[in-house]
């Protein structure tokens, strides 16, 4: 584990212990307190790797003896209640020359029992942060935290703990700054901005003498004492003034989709009223009045037909409908009684007179129609002209004439009959 910055530790809350040693089986790091010193860091070995606490009770010096046939240690360690041996050699907990010396005179010295946490403790120790590696108990955090950061600090750092993750060890004015808004006749709202959004809290207001609990604090016009707490630290105290001023409320109404100077802001949150059918409120603020706009906004326009057919041939169209509303339409084209299933498409018209409707409807039950008729020209006929040696007596549908030549014009596929001196003939384009 890599140790930066350790502060002032407590001692649990066992206070009659004379020092701690305490020993991360994550990573065989060892501490060890005395009194309210800086915990000293140290590598530990273990015999067998198990948690335990324990504390020491006794302790054991080599002495010199006249026969050596008997074995006796020759080198100091202490012992626990349960019979748990902490020296530096081949013991159930093994450290340092050094740590084991601080420790051996701290014992005879004090006469104080010195306790022994061994565990996995999952946690490595930053200036500004932990970072926890695996999941561990809210308990055992606060026991390996209290080593190294003041009981305000655990108590902090164990409340946002939720997991494995990073947490920020932080000061109150570092941690959250303050922002500030208000209106002259309204009031006004400070709102927290926390550096660390994950490991936000809920904060204690003031307001000139009434506590509230929350996120942020909102005042109404005249003068507002505020304060604002994190636990028991005061993060600020301020005296805000919001000036009254004179409201005014006004009534409009819109068609929907007319231009409209919106010189406000929408306490709804709108940023704007474009295809909006309703009600809105609309605040603007001037020197010395704030004006309250109710808007009424009503679609009751028809919506607009365009109608453009484009012959291509004799008997083939292209029909184009557009349509423009302000909200939804529904538009429906007909050809002679009959729904097309297109606005825009190729249509063919097969006889010389026919009816194109468009019907379109918006949203707000507003309807509009147009009709067009469509005459197809007459086709252009074939001309001839015969010529006869003498004037002949032509019958054409009971119409008789004397000519010696006759010119005549037949259409497309059509035939006409013809008395000529009493004999029929029949004519057709050929």
């Not at 208000?182 to 994950?198: A, D, H, L, N, V």
């Not at 001037?286 to 009424?296: H, M, Q, R």
């Not at 006889?351 to 507003?366: K, P």
């Not at 015969?386 to 007596?393: A, G, P, T």
């Amino acid at each position: 584990m890599r140790l930066i910055v350790v502060v002032f530790f407590t001692l649990f809350s066992i206070v009659s212990f004379s020092a701690l040693v305490l020993v991360n089986l994550y990573d065989e790091t060892g501490y060890l307190v005395l009194d309210k010193d800086f915990p000293i860091v140290f590598k530990a070995s273990l015999r067998e790797k198990k948690a335990f606490k324990d504390f020491v009770v006794d302790f054991f010096e080599p002495v010199e003896i006249a026969v050596s046939y008997i074995p006796m240690p020759k080198e100091s360690f202490l012992i626990t209640e349960k019979g748990f041996i902490v020296g530096t050699n081949n013991c159930d907990l093994n450290i340092s020359a050094e740590i084991f010396q601080k420790l051996f005179e701290n014992f005879q010295c004090s006469f104080q029992p010195i306790s022994v946490i061994v565990d996995e403790y999952p946690v490595e120790i930053f200036q500004d942060k932990i970072i926890v590696k695996k999941n561990i108990s809210k308990q055992k955090l606060k026991e390996f935290l209290s080593i190294f950061f003041q009981p305000k600090d655990v108590e902090k750092l164990v409340k946002i703990y939720s997991g494995p993750g990073t947490y920020t060890l932080w000061q109150a004015e570092d941690y959250v700054h303050f922002a500030e808004i208000s209106f002259p006749g309204i009031g006004g709202t400070i709102i927290p901005i926390f550096k660390y959004p994950e490991e936000r809290f809920e904060l204690t207001w003031y307001l000139n003498g009434q506590k509230h609990v929350g996120i942020c604090v909102t005042f109404g016009v005249g003068e507002n004492n505020i304060s604002c707490f994190i636990e028991d630290e005061k993060l600020f105290d301020t005296k805000i003034f919001v000036t009254p001023v004179q409201f005014v409320e006004v009534e409009k109404s819109l068609e929907l989709g007319e231009r409209y100077n919106l010189a406000g802001i929408f306490p709804s949150g709108l940023s704007s009223i474009d295809g909006l059918v309703g009600k809105v409120l609309i605040l603007s603020f001037e020197p010395d009045k704030i004006v309250l706009e109710k808007i009424s906004i009503v679609d009751s326009t028809a919506p607009q037909i365009d109608l453009v057919l484009n012959k291509l041939s004799e008997r083939f169209y292209r029909i184009n409908v557009d349509v423009f509303d302000h909200s939804a339409v529904k538009t429906d084209v007909f050809l002679d009684g009959e729904k097309l299933p297109f606005l825009s498409g190729l249509i063919e018209l097969n006889s010389d007179f026919h009816l194109i409707t468009v019907i379109a409807e918006d949203n707000f039950s507003n309807q509009n129609f147009l009709a067009k008729i469509v005459r197809r020209p007459l086709q252009p006929c074939t001309e001839h002209m015969i010529v006869f040696s003498k004037e002949r007596v032509l019958d054409i549908g009971g119409f008789k004439f004397v000519s010696p030549y006759m010119r005549f014009w037949v259409k497309e596929d059509a035939k006409t009959r013809v008395m000529i001196d009493g004999v029929e003939k029949i004519f057709d384009e050929n």
